[in-house]
């Protein structure tokens, strides 16, 4: 992780004098335009190697990320502010985006095309069963009818 953009040597060096006057990590950040993280990040070397492990962990552990996701998604649909803020998001990455916008929305409509074709032929699989029971029971019947 690089430094935030606009963020320089001589940056850091204040936050760390703010840091020993006594300011808060959440107040430095105001100060600078960046998030408490950031600056926590910056200014404490430990902090710096647990945000890494944390990449490294979530890459790794699918229960992690499905932890991740979840909580994400009730933020997401608990929270209008954070819902917003994510649509502006998503909106500006697709403006700045195109090319990625148009294989994601080529991606999203195969996807449900294929999710049609499977619910087609569950379908289709379930009538045949029903076509076989049908058969089944008549052909019972038939042999309960012969054999009385």
Do not use: W
């Not at 945000?51 to 890459?59: D, T």
């Not at 649909?77 to 998503?90: C, D, L, N, T, V």
């Amino acid at each position: 992780m690089g430094k935030p953009k606009g963020l320089k040597k001589s940056d850091i060096d204040t936050m760390i004098e703010l840091r020993k006057m006594g300011y808060t990590f959440k107040d430095i950040g105001k100060r600078f335009g960046i998030s408490e993280t950031s600056v926590r990040y910056h200014l404490n070397p430990h902090y710096k190697t647990i945000i890494k492990n944390k990449a490294k962990l979530q890459k790794r552990n699918p229960e992690y990320k499905r932890k991740m996701n979840e909580n994400y998604m009730k933020r997401y649909y608990s929270e209008e502010e954070f819902r917003r803020k994510h649509i502006e998001r998503a909106k500006r990455y697709q403006k700045e985006n195109p090319d990625k916008k148009r294989q994601y929305n080529q991606n999203y409509l195969a996807k449900r095309a294929n999710e049609r074709a499977r619910k087609e032929e569950v379908k289709s699989v379930i009538a045949g069963l029903c076509i076989l029971l049908i058969i089944t029971v008549i052909i019972l019947g038939i042999i309960n009818l012969l054999s009385g």
